[in-house]
T-cell receptor, first 118, second 118 residues
């Protein structure tokens, strides 16, 4: 877990503004994910990426965009098109294949960014 | 897509008693089932996971059982302690390397708030 960082911890945004949330990992993990968590709810998948320069939409991608230019980084942009952006945003990563050749699906989460729209 | 239902939403048990949380899933192709523990304001932490080729897995006071036919899996915590108080999430996905799958992200249940009464 310590190898995944998210910044900032708290973010305030005015309506109509785009904001970018940072996610960095130094675990050499292949796959990275963005989830959104609302109060009293489970996590919902926004976008994920299994390899550099490639990413796929999750269940709630509308109003969000991502890029994966480097293996270590997977920033999420919350655009003005996202109608209810106030939420706790969690980034995760997984290695997919261990050094021994065994597959692994364990996802490790970053500390999260709490976004509030004013 | 996958749908995961989790029950109960709140569970209160006496310290030292056992707690059981149950989840059902809809996609018969799902074959990886992790459980996460989340304390207030913090990131989810993996506590145990199971794959569909195994019916039960145990780690000290925590165990998970899986019934593929009925498409449900359960978390069992024995000898509960105050530090077990948290929100627990179940999740499901197709494991990396599975036909049609490949680290597509987790589908989470809505969580169970476990309260350990002293």
């Amino acid at each position: 877990d310590g190898g995944i960082t998210q910044s900032p911890k708290y973010l305030f945004r005015k309506e109509g503004q785009n904001v970018t949330l940072s996610c960095e990992q130094n675990l050499n993990h292949d796959a990275m994910y963005w989830y959104r968590q609302d109060p009293g709810q489970g996590l919902r998948l926004i976008y994920y990426s299994q390899i550099v320069n490639d990413f796929q939409k999750g269940d709630i991608a509308e109003g969000y965009s991502v890029s994966r230019e480097k293996k270590e980084s997977f920033p999420l942009t919350v655009t003005s098109a996202q109608k209810n952006p106030t939420a706790f945003y969690l980034c995760a990563s997984s290695s997919l294949v261990e050094g021994s050749g065994k597959t692994t699906d364990t996802q490790y989460f970053g500390p999260g960014t709490r976004l509030t729209v004013l | 897509g996958e749908n995961v239902e989790q029950h109960p939403s709140t569970l209160s048990v006496q310290e030292g008693d056992s707690a059981v949380i149950k989840c059902t899933y809809s996609d018969s192709a799902s074959n990886y089932f992790p459980w996460y523990k989340q304390e207030l304001g913090k990131r989810p932490q993996l506590i145990i996971d199971i794959r569909s080729n195994v019916g039960e897995k145990k780690d000290q006071r925590i165990a998970v059982t899986l019934n593929k036919t009925a498409k449900h899996f359960s978390l069992h915590i024995t000898e509960t302690q105050p530090e077990d108080s948290a929100v627990y999430f179940c999740a499901a996905s197709r494991a990396w390397g599975t036909a049609g799958g490949g680290a597509d992200g987790l589908t989470f249940g809505k969580g169970t708030h476990l309260i350990i009464q002293p």
